[in-house]
């Protein structure tokens, strides 16, 4: 099963007992998605995590591409969250199915949706 540990001020994400990723600081980072449907409830799907670099890229080509697609709903309803998440809240959306969605309203003063997306 994956999840994360905190190692020496960098992330590092395990499977099992095999490493299979480090982040190259002390941040980590979330794409993710969240829907909010008429009846009032959410909905969120974790799409990216990891080392904040590689994240970011995913991001900003997963939004360029919904919008020029003409998908602009799409694209307006994905997140970028970096920063240094506490290790068992990130386990968490790895573990648990839509989980990303309460951590987006949890945090949701602290979101980073960089401007023009």
Known sequence: MF???KENNRYVL?????T???TSGDCVALAYSVYLYGDGTTQGTLHKHGD???VKKWYDNAVASYKNAGFHEMAASLFYLEGPLEVGELNRCLST???VAVLHYA???????PSGH
């Open 14 to 18: 395990h499977d099992g007992e095999r």
């Open 20 to 22: 299979v990723m480090t």
């Open 52 to 54: 904040p670099e590689h």
């Open 107 to 113: 945090k949701q003063c602290e979101i980073q949706q």
């Open 97 to 99: 199915t839509g989980y």
């Open 3 to 5: 999840g994360y540990s």
